[in-house]
């Protein structure tokens, strides 16, 4: 792979293109669903696949395979059509300026190139030669002089009469697989394992001094090869040949090994299901594409190279991951349940005099306050709720309310990981100017945000306050925005899902959304927010058993029924989302995106509801206002 990577060959640059096109498609199918994102990154994709024909053509049916990977996603009937469409124009576009010069040349419809009847037939003819048909492309040149009776033929395989002679090869070729069905098949399964083989096609390098010329296979049947004990051309005399056993092993290891790794990273990357379908199409397109045809093991490097993306799964699993998990249970046993792992988490290792005056620690493992120069405790029930945020490796203070500072991406990892750990009773609060406010009010409530497992900005004047307090936090993550992440998340997951809040007929048309538009989620049950018997709302959402509960009741009230009921409910990962069921399903609208970024969403719910928002916003805000103010100084 190495080899063929690292010699300038038109194949290694394909696999850029080919890699980027596989990530832009991803990362655009991800933004794609229910956000109106996306679009450039589908298109983007398109292009790069069909960039990559201009130095190869096989990637030129690889959109066909993507199709099909979305089909089996099963996602929007209403989208799905516009985002294909993209991916597909941006290749039509990319590939557009070779059609035209082709039409121009040989006056017929040619996409790329003439030469796939040509590698069709050769294919044939090196696998079977009791079929007469040529094997290379010098054969096929004086085949086609002499069957043709053409003497000028055998200058150039696609002129003249280019066009006509690779339509007659595709038909001869087409007529043999379609008698030997079976026997074309069995070929194509050889194939794919030859192609899969790193060392198959490699030549063997060596240096060859002119004076000590030797036949390779009198030294293989002098020293033998079992072991590499043989000897190449070595000035140096046989001593460096007794480390010839051990570099032999070294490689075979590392060859055998390659597999392994693949096929564990491609299980293990199976809880990923629809990124999992959209990486592995490309291994899949080349290998059935390439075993088709005459074919080399360059032909098929982005195969390889995107294939090495499992192997680094394993390989990160097993000696990062694991690791980490194996060291963090052993230096926090009876804590391990507790905590989190993840890449850049600190463990924190309980102190059994809080407050403790210590000199020296470990700043990898410790969770050390630089201020107060103690070690704070981690959270272990709600008599330690006050330092419920001692367990977080970062945390912004405004207001005196922790905020955790997180981007939506890692909060929503978090998230992942308490589901996945079978972890009870995990609450997320996202908080604005009016719930901080309210907080320095409310006792109640201003204990529930402190004993959260996630509190994150919900509006961007808390982002703006970090600002100005010196303590900037990564980004605003709100909850309509968590909301449907978590949908889609929980959708490619398999996670469960409960819906609870807003009015009936809010409630029924998110449910009737979801169930047209994202077919694959897992809704457990639902129910409107207008409840008479709280017993009945519990016991039908603990027989439902989601792994997330959204409730739309909104604040502080959904705070305050979430931390009485929570135990009770006994449900993985549950969080407060206000009026996010009534902005999906249309029956209230959400700030453009520009008043979003500029902080200006308040502006426009005041516009809409300024009977019921006005102190909120006008009276709260100025509140907020001065709450910073003070703390700053």
């Not at 640059?13 to 589908?42: C, D, N, P, Q």
């Not at 480390?243 to 299980?267: C, H, M, N, T, Y």
Request: aromatic share 12%.
């Amino acid at each position: 792979l190495a080899y063929y990577s690292l010699l300038l060959l038109p194949d290694g640059l394909v696999s850029v293109f080919i890699m980027a096109g596989t990530l832009l498609l991803i990362r655009g199918y991800k933004v794609s669903w229910h956000k109106e994102k996306g679009y450039k990154e589908l298109f983007l994709a398109g292009a790069f696949y069909g960039l990559s024909c201009w130095l190869r053509p096989n990637a030129m049916l690889l959109f066909v395979f993507w199709i099909i990977a979305f089909l089996l996603m099963r996602k929007s009937v209403v989208e799905m059509p516009k985002r294909l469409g993209l991916l597909v124009l941006g290749t039509v576009i990319a590939i557009a300026p070779i059609t035209i010069r082709n039409f121009q040349l040989y006056g017929e419809f040619v996409p790329i190139t003439l030469n796939i009847g040509n590698i069709l037939q050769m294919g044939l003819g090196e696998e079977d030669p009791s079929l007469g048909l040529p094997a290379t492309d010098n054969e096929t040149l004086v085949w086609d002089a002499k069957n043709y009776n053409r003497p000028d033929y055998a200058g150039n395989l696609v002129s003249p009469d280019g066009f006509l002679r690779e339509r007659d090869r595709v038909r001869r070729s087409t007529k043999i697989i379609l008698e030997r069905p079976f026997w074309y098949i069995g070929v194509m399964l050889k194939r794919i394992n030859l192609l899969t083989k790193y060392s198959a096609f490699a030549p063997l390098i060596r240096l060859e001094l002119p004076e000590k010329k030797a036949l390779f296979s009198e030294y293989k049947e002098k020293y033998g090869q079992l072991v590499g004990t043989f000897s190449y051309y070595n000035d140096y005399g046989t001593a460096a040949d007794y480390f010839r056993p051990l570099v032999r092993a070294l490689q075979r290891i590392f060859k055998e090994s390659l597999w392994i790794f693949i096929l564990l990273g491609l299980i293990i990357s199976t809880k990923n299901l629809y990124t999992w379908l959209l990486i592995a199409t490309v291994p899949l397109y080349y290998l059935l594409s390439q075993s088709a045809i005459h074919s080399e093991f360059r032909y098929v490097l982005p195969a390889h190279c995107i294939l090495f993306i499992f192997y680094s799964v394993t390989f990160y699993t097993i000696f990062i991951a694991l690791p980490r998990q194996l060291r963090q249970k052993i230096v926090t046993p009876d804590y391990a349940s507790r905590l989190d792992v993840a890449p850049f988490e600190q463990l924190t290792v309980p102190s059994k005099n809080i407050g403790e005056k210590i000199t020296s620690y470990d700043p990898n493992i410790l969770n050390f306050d630089e201020e107060s120069k103690t070690l704070e405790s981690p959270i272990l029930g709600q008599e330690n709720i006050e330092n419920s945020f001692s367990q977080r490796p970062s945390r912004v203070t405004i207001t005196g309310i922790p905020i955790d500072n997180l981007s939506q991406k890692e909060a929503l990892e978090t998230i992942d990981r308490y589901i996945n750990q079978k972890q009870k009773n995990r609450l997320m609060v996202v908080v604005n100017a009016s719930k901080l406010v309210l907080a320095q009010e409310d006792k109640e409530l201003r204990q529930i945000i402190l004993s959260a497992d996630i509190v994150t900005a919900d509006g961007m004047s808390v982002v703006w306050a970090s600002n100005f307090l010196g303590k900037p936090l990564k980004e605003r993550v709100t909850g309509i925005d968590t909301f449907e992440n978590l949908v889609e998340m929980a959708a490619q997951k398999g996670y469960s899902v409960y819906f609870l809040g807003a009015k009936p007929d809010v409630v029924e048309a998110l449910v009737k959304h979801y169930q047209e538009n994202l077919p694959n989620l897992k809704i457990a049950g639902y129910h409107d927010g207008y409840f008479g018997s709280n017993e009945d709302v519990i016991d039908d959402v603990k027989k439902a058993s989601p792994d997330i509960l959204f409730v739309a009741m909104g604040s502080p009230r959904q705070e305050k029924w979430q931390s009485v009921n929570l135990t009770k409910l006994a449900v993985p990962f549950t969080i407060g989302v206000g009026g996010s069921f009534d902005h999906i399903t249309g029956f209230s609208r959400r700030a453009p995106k520009w008043m979003q970024q500029s902080g200006l969403e308040w502006l426009y719910r005041l516009a809409q509801e300024p009977g019921r928002l006005w102190q909120r916003y006008l009276v709260g805000n100025t509140k907020f206002i001065l709450l910073v103010l003070r703390e700053r100084k």
